[in-house]
C-alpha cells in the first residue's frame, strides 16, 4: 500500500490562504521592533536556523504506570516512526534530526534505515542506549542496576550493550551517543553510594575508550524514579563530576524534567556552560517530576529564562559552545504529532524571545544593581508576541504558517489509521 504524505503542493496551498494576514502582523510588529532598534530580518533568520532533534519515542502514544490509551494510525516500526518524524519536519522545518532508542529502534539494516531518513531529508542525532529494561533473550537483568550492578558480568553485558549502540551508530552516522541508567535503590542502605558511583566510571571509561576521536558522550543525570530512594546519577553535580573524570569527549545533558520542583534549571545551564560541560538538552515540561510534559506548556517563563542563558553564550562566542537540542516527552493525550510540532514552535519562540533581549541594557542594570530594571529587561523580550516571527521563518522554509490546521486539514493521522491497523500492542516506550 502506498504510503500518504503530506505534499509540499498541499502546504503551499493551505499557506496562500494565510499569507495577507501573516504579512499585516510581521509587518506591524517589525515597524514596533525598528522602534528598538532592532532589525526584524536578523530574528527571522535566526528563526530558520534553529534545530530541535525528535526522539523517536515520541511519535507513539506515551503511557504512565497505570495505563496507556493508544491513537489510532501509531507508528508500528522504526520505518513508520520515521515517517511521522518526517512529517513534522515538513511543516514546522526546524526538526531533521531524529534520535533513536536501541534496543527499541534496532535497525536489522542500519544502511537501508540511514538511506530511508536521508530520502525524506532526515539524519540522526545522539543515539539513546537502554539499560533500564530487560529485553527478551538477555543473558542478566538489570533489575539492580546496569552499569554500577553489584554483579561484574552484568556491568559487562551493559557496557557491551553501549558499545553496540555506537557500532550502530556509526553506519547511521551520527557522532554522540547519550547514556541514562536507572540505577539507584529503593530502600536506604540498599546500595553503596559511593562504590556505585566508582563502578559507574569504571564502566563509563570502558564506553568512553570505545568512542571514536571526534564523538561525543552525553551523561543524562536524574533525581530519582525509577528508584525511589536514590539514583547513582542524580544530579548535574555528580554528572559534571563524572564528565570531568571521563576526559574531553563527556558531556552533561540536562533533561529538564531530571530535577526536583522549584530548582533553578537556568543557574544550572549557565554552569555547565561556564564550565565547557554543557552537552544539551532534552526539552519537555512539568508540574510535579518527570512529567514529561510538552516543552514550554506549564513554564514558558523557564524555557525563556534557559534560551536567554543559552543566546548570551552564543553571542559571546564562547568556544566550543555547540549544544544538542532533543525533544523528549511523553504525549499521553494529545497527537503526539501535534504535540512535537507545538513544542517545536515553543523552542523557536523562547530562541527569538531570547535573541531580543536588549544585552546592553541588562549589563547596565546589573552593574548598577538595579534589579527591577534587569527583569523589565527580561520581561520586555518575553513580552513581545513572536508569532509573526516564527511563522514567517516556517513560510520561508517551505514549511507550513499554521502547522496543526494544516496537518489537521490534510487528514494525515486518519489516513493513517486506515494504513496501519494496529497488529500488535505498541509498547509506551517511556518509563
Ligand atoms: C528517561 C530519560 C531518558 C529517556 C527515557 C525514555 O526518563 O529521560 O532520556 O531515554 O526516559
Ligand atoms: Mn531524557
Ligand atoms: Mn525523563
Not at 128 to 156: C, E, I, M
Request: proline share 5%; charged share 25%.
Amino acid at each position: 500500500m502506498a504510503h500518504f504524505e503530506i505534499e509540499d503542493a498541499f502546504i503551499a496551498e493551505h499557506n496562500a490562504k494565510a499569507k495577507t494576514e501573516l504579512a499585516q502582523d510581521y509587518d506591524h510588529l517589525a515597524v514596533q521592533l525598528h522602534r528598538k532598534n532592532v532589525d526584524i530580518e536578523n530574528l527571522t533568520a535566526k528563526a530558520q536556523a534553529l534545530r530541535v532533534a525528535i526522539p523517536s519515542w515520541d511519535v507513539g502514544t506515551g503511557g504512565t504506570r497505570f495505563a496507556r490509551f493508544p491513537m489510532p494510525g501509531e507508528p508500528r516500526d522504526v520505518y513508520e516512526k520515521l515517517q511521522d518524524c518526517a512529517t513534522v519536519f515538513k511543516l514546522v522545518r526546524c526538526t531533521p534530526a531524529v534520535s533513536l532508542h536501541i534496543p527499541w529502534d534496532k535497525p536489522g539494516d542500519p544502511s537501508a534505515l540511514r538511506r530511508f531518513a536521508r530520502e525524506r531529508g532526515l539524519h540522526f542525532d545522539a543515539m539513546n542506549s537502554n539499560t533500564f529494561q530487560d529485553q527478551p533473550g538477555q543473558d542478566l537483568s538489570y533489575k539492580f542496576g546496569s552499569l554500577t550492578h553489584p554483579d561484574a558480568a552484568v556491568r559487562r553485558q551493559a557496557v557491551e550493550h553501549n558499545i553496540d549502540c555506537i557500532e550502530i551508530r556509526k553506519v547511521l552516522g551520527s557522532k554522540a551517543l547519550t547514556v541514562w541508567i536507572a540505577d539507584g535503590g529503593n530502600f536506604p542502605g540498599q546500595l553503596h553510594p559511593r562504590r556505585a558511583l566508582e563502578r559507574y566510571l569504571e564502566s563509563m571509561h570502558v564506553i568512553y575508550q570505545a568512542l571514536p576521536d571526534n564523538w561525543r558522550v552525553f551523561l543524562e543525570h536524574k533525581l530519582y524514579e525509577p528508584a525511589f530512594y536514590s539514583t547513582v546519577i542524580n544530579d548535574w553535580g555528580t554528572s559534571y563530576y563524572c564528565a570531568r573524570e571521563l576526559g574531553p569527549k563527556a558531556l552533561c545533558l540536562v533533561d529538564l524534567g531530571h530535577h526536583a520542583p522549584n530548582v533553578n534549571i537556568e543557574m544550572i545551564v549557565a554552569r555547565l556552560i561556564q564550565f565547557g560541560k554543557l552537552a544539551g538538552f532534552h526539552f519537555n515540561d512539568s508540574k510535579y517530576g518527570d512529567d514529561d510534559l510538552d516543552a514550554g506548556s506549564i513554564k514558558p517563563f523557564q524555557l525563556f529564562l534557559i534560551f536567554n542563558e543559552l543566546v548570551d553564550a552564543e553571542l559571546c562566542g564562547i568556544p566550543y559552545f555547540d549544544p544538542a537540542y532533543m525533544l523528549d516527552q511523553s504525549h499521553n493525550v494529545t497527537d503526539p504529532i501535534e504535540s512535537l510540532m507545538m513544542s517545536a514552535v515553543e523552542l523557536t519562540r523562547a530562541y527569538v524571545q531570547a535573541h531580543l533581549v536588549d544585552r546592553q541594557a541588562l549589563t547596565d542594570a546589573q552593574e548598577k544593581c538595579d534589579a527591577l530594571q534587569a527583569l523589565a529587561v527580561l520581561k520586555d523580550a518575553f513580552n513581545t508576541d513572536v508569532r509573526p516571527i516564527i511563522a514567517m521563518a516556517r513560510d520561508r522554509s517551505g514549511g507550513a504558517i499554521d502547522p496543526v490546521r494544516a496537518y489537521r486539514a490534510s487528514r494525515y493521522r486518519q489516513r493513517k489509521a486506515a494504513e496501519r491497523p494496529a497488529e500488535h500492542q505498541v509498547s509506551a516506550g517511556i518509563v
